[in-house]
Every structure is written in structure tokens, then in C-alpha cells.
Nanobody, 118 residues
Framework: QAQFVESGGGLVQAGGSLRLSCAGA????????IGWFRQAPGKHRELVAT???????NYADSVKGRFTISRDNAKNTGYLEMDSLKPEDTAVYFC????????????WGQGTQVTVSA
């Protein structure tokens, strides 16, 4: 089973918005960095955004100004707000987590499909 459960994906037209959620399933986010990744057909998995334990964020250039990553430790849940969606954003989106002292993302969800129509 996946360590996290993603939800909120779906079909949206270009310019629309979606909010993805990532709920912990047996592990806690409290002391971990959360990352959102995406993978389009035929392409490698791409890091989209990260948020540290202290709340610092980083975004891929392709999504800066459009996506917002956040976390709610009380709910053991991470979020990715996606605005001004483009067809190029179409992918399976995954949440993941790693220790702040590590490099490898240890825990992953199964992914949720986001499809943006032109």
C-alpha cells in the first residue's frame, strides 16, 4: 500500500484550478519535508514543489507563480494548490516525504491524475 493518499485530481480546462491533498497513511509529516512530483506519459518524474518543516518553499520554474504548496501538520496532510493550469501540466501527481537530513524521498503516494484540456 501507498504511504500517502492523494486526492483532488481530475479533468479541468485550461486556466482552471485544482487543489490536491496528500494524507498520511501510517506515517507522520511532522518532521519531514514534503514534496510534490509529477510524471507525464513517457517522461521522468519531475519535482514540482517542496515545503520544509519550517515552511520554506521551492518551486520548479515551470509552476512558479501558479502553484502553491502548503501543509497542515495537525491533519497530517499536505496540499498543492494549482491555478492557471495549462495542458502542459497534465500528469500524474505524487506527494512524497523525506527526512530533513536526507536526500531521498522515502515515502510516496500512488498518485492522482490531473488532466488539463486545451
Amino acid at each position: 500500500q501507498a504511504q500517502f493518499v492523494e486526492s483532488g485530481g481530475g479533468l479541468v480546462q485550461a486556466g482552471g484550478s485544482l487543489r490536491l491533498s496528500c494524507a498520511g497513511a501510517g506515517i507522520t509529516f511532522t518532521n519531514r519535508i514534503i514534496g510534490w512530483f509529477r510524471q507525464a506519459p513517457g517522461k521522468h518524474r519531475e519535482l514540482v514543489a517542496t515545503i520544509t518543516i519550517g515552511g520554506s518553499t521551492n518551486y520548479a520554474d515551470s509552476v512558479k507563480g501558479r502553484f502553491t504548496i502548503s501543509r497542515d501538520n495537525a491533519k497530517n496532510t499536505g496540499y498543492l494548490e494549482m491555478d492557471s493550469l495549462k495542458p502542459e501540466d497534465t500528469a500524474v501527481y505524487f506527494c512524497a516525504a523525506r527526512a530533513s537530513w536526507g536526500v531521498t524521498y522515502e515515502y510516496w503516494g500512488q498518485g492522482t491524475q490531473v488532466t488539463v484540456s486545451a
